[in-house]
């Protein structure tokens, strides 16, 4: 979309906050819940202690949450600096820093925590990214990232979905198997297909009712692909032609590569 930032997020902010209830809605531009972002940093071992790395923040909600919640010391990163502006004008105080950073590179650590909320979806090269979080990491330090699984959109598909050079499926295996390469063992896996279809589903009913006023701010066009995304993407995890899950893993202190019986095992319990 080509709508002005700052506009979009301000025209989108009611619905948002009808979707998720004021508990829950933190800035976030994503399916998840504050208590499903708060849940991933504790399984990525966040403490106040900890130095975090958040790739392609956006305006910096959950990155926020974070900071307030751990007292960590976090550094936001994303391509865009009308993004960054307004984390940084919503940052307020908090132990937190916004860049502008294109991704990758990574921003050179070591880090204990590397963070990707729902955008692993826009790298159509996966492999190079792993390996530059796994480079940006410490001995011991956890990327922690969504990810939404599937077979790459076939070209009905590509054509439905709005921007859809920013939509690159990749299989759960394929993607532990990168994991695998980059050196990075899986320590925690969690399917949310279901909260967030849930989420989709909110969202999708929520700008809907929101339509007239979203309409008058960003424009009709704008409008109308931010309700076919998300009618996709609830169809896409309803149906299973999308899965959506959660995930830990951590850099080995001795650097070896991770435990393959149990990559094995997590691909088949998530199968």
């Keep these: 979309m080509n709508t002005d930032r700052r506009r979009f997020d ?24 504050a208590r499903d972002i708060v849940s991933l940093a504790v399984h990525a071992g966040v403490t106040s202690n900890s130095s975090v790395l958040d790739l392609c923040c956006g305006v910096g909600g959950p990155g926020r949450l974070i900071a307030r919640r751990f007292g960590c010391d976090y550094l936001g990163v994303d391509c865009s600096a009308a993004a960054v502006s307004i984390a940084r004008e919503r940052a307020d105080g908090l132990n937190c820093r916004f860049e502008v950073s294109h991704i990758p590179p990574v921003p050179a650590g070591p880090y204990d925590t590397v963070l990707l909320l729902e955008t692993m979806l826009a790298f159509s090269a996966k492999e190079p990214l792993l390996n530059a979080v796994a480079a940006a990491l410490r001995g011991g330090g956890r990327f922690a990232f969504t990810v939404e699984e599937g077979e790459p959109l ?8 709005p921007n859809a050079d920013t939509v690159w499926l990749t299989p759960l295996s394929e993607l532990l198997t990168t994991l695998d390469r980059a050196g990075l063992r899986v320590r925690w896996l969690d399917e949310c297909s279901q909260a967030h279809q849930a989420t989709a589903d909110a969202l999708l009913h929520a700008y809907a009712s929101d339509a007239a006023h979203i309409a008058a701010q960003v424009g009709r066009d704008a409008l ?37 019986a149990v990559l094995s095992a997590q691909v088949r319990r998530a199968s």
């Design 10 to 33: 301000d025209a989108l902010q009611p619905a948002r906050t009808t979707a998720y209830g004021a508990d829950e809605f933190v800035g976030q531009e994503s399916f998840m819940r």
């Design 154 to 161: 076939t070209d009905a598909e590509r054509r439905l979905m």
């Design 224 to 260: 109308d692909d931010l309700l076919q995304a998300h009618l996709l993407w609830r169809d896409w995890l309803k149906s299973g032609r999308v899965r959506k899950f959660t995930v830990v893993a951590e850099k080995p202190h001795d650097a070896k590569g991770p435990d393959r």
